[in-house]
């Protein structure tokens, strides 16, 4: 199941998310998103088998029909949690004050690692590092103080194009949640149009929105694509990301010119080898 992130370093209320029935097979689950419409149709024919034809194809259609505008994509609540259970922990911070009102406590937890370290915190070079620090972080993490609803802004148009659209080398700059530190690089997002358009801004704001959290490369770009899914369902989306990590340069194997890259194909984008390999052209070539 994929994630949407919300406030808080939450993820999304269980919002279940409509989904056009030609266009269900978008996002990918190991369990069927409904059976609905398949019960409709074999409890048709089996009630028309015993009752006549004409009541199981009435029954069978009727029940098949009613599913289809049932279908649904629950989305997971946050990172903590892997099914649709609610998250204990994220609800037990729901009345936490905002973000800002924490800068005390960090500037305190900050300037405790300085001392940890063995530096003196009211040295002149020193003294104001600790507030700096809790505002840069809160900076870096801004994402959690947003929604995708909020930054669409109601940016989303009518419009008959069913061509590709791709907007590439989006800069990206996250924080990896492994070891805290940063890893950056480009975003090229793709989407084929069903009947509606994003503004080309709100693309990138998609990036800044889920890039601004503690982050791992995989699931940002998971969570983009599905943004993008969201907000005017397509016929498919596909989005690539080209990372440099300094957990990987500054520490450990310190490989400086190593390159990760993940990608995310939904709809049309995985089931069409030559939409892909268009996008692809598109998206690498420099």
Known sequence: MVEIGDHNGQESEL????????????????????????NGLTNGT?????NGTSNGTSNGTSNGNEAKGKELVALPKCHCVKGTEKCSYHESKRQLPTREALIPE????YRSL????????DREG????????????????????????????????????????????????????????????K?????????????????????????RRLQVQERLTKQIAVAVLKAVQ??????????????????????INS???????LGEFRDNQKTREEFLKLALHH
């Open 15 to 38: 919002e279940p998310v409509p989904v056009n029935p030609r266009k269900a097979s978008l996002i990918q689950q190991s369990e069927p998103i409904t059976n609905g419409h398949s």
């Open 46 to 50: 089996a009630n028309g088998t015993a």
């Open 106 to 109: 960090m500037t305190s937890a």
């Open 114 to 121: 300085l001392s940890s370290l063995g530096e003196n915190p």
């Open 126 to 185: 020193l003294l104001k590092t600790p507030e700096r620090a809790a505002k840069a972080m809160l900076y870096f993490t801004k994402g959690y103080d947003q929604s995708l609803e909020e930054i669409l802004n109601d940016a989303i148009f009518d419009e008959n194009h069913d061509e590709m659209v791709v907007v590439k080398d989006i800069e990206m700059f996250s924080m990896c949640e492994h070891h805290l530190v940063p890893f950056y690089g």
């Open 187 to 211: 975003v090229s997002i793709g989407y084929l149009p069903s009947g509606k358009v994003l503004g080309l801004s709100k693309l990138a704001r998609i990036v800044e929105v889920y890039s």
């Open 234 to 255: 397509p016929t498919g989306v596909a989005v690539v990301v080209e990372g440099s990590h300094m957990c990987m340069v500054m520490r450990g194997v310190q490989k």
């Open 259 to 265: 390159k990760t890259v993940t990608s995310t194909m």
